[in-house]
């Protein structure tokens, strides 16, 4: 079973629609309304193992929008430009709600920031917004691991496992994932320098 490209039927080119209205697009505002959920759960009552779910349902609708795209041939110009904003904005969400608790060091929120910051300033004077540059593979890794990790490390907290075997794994995850979010920036910023 494919993770990535899944739904997509092998050898078979799809053309990119103009559509907004589709399941796939759903599916990615659904990633991005929950995102106030979960910070309000974090934040408010502490209901971490609420918000685990929330971010499970969340991470969840990550992979079920490309699969929904490519399976139903609803890969649409919007999708391709709301998926990584979605993806952005939910890993700063989760980093920043996480490193409020001190569930996260802050480290990690400014190495996550950083390079988001300087591609999204270098979309906007170069390219007025979306630079439409192709996903790479340390991208979806780097993006895997982080969402991985992250609840990883709020699942270890909300058990009091901070000291634990599977908080020190998810740390490691964590770290692994803001290496290749550093490699991915430079990836994505010599993409858009070279066009």
Known sequence: ??????????????????????????????????????????????????????????????????????????????????????????????????????????????????PDLTLGLVALVKFHGNPEVPVTIVGKVRTALLMLGLPVMLLARTFDAVHSGVYVAAEVVVFAGCAGHWIAAGQYLRAMLSR
């Open 1 to 114: 079973m494919r993770l990535i490209g899944a739904g997509a039927p092998r050898g078979v080119t799809r053309a990119v629609r103009d559509d907004v209205l589709t399941w796939a697009n759903l599916a990615t505002v659904l990633r991005l309304l929950g995102l106030p959920l979960f910070a309000w759960l974090v934040l408010g009552p502490g209901e971490y193992r609420a918000a685990i779910w929330v971010l499970v349902v969340i991470g969840a609708t990550d992979w079920v929008d490309g699969y929904l795209a490519r399976r139903l041939d609803q890969v649409s110009r919007f999708g391709a430009a709301l998926d990584p904003i979605a993806d952005r904005l939910m890993i700063v969400t989760v980093t920043l709600v996480l490193a409020a608790v001190g569930i996260v060091p802050w480290w990690v929120l400014v190495a996550i920031v950083v």
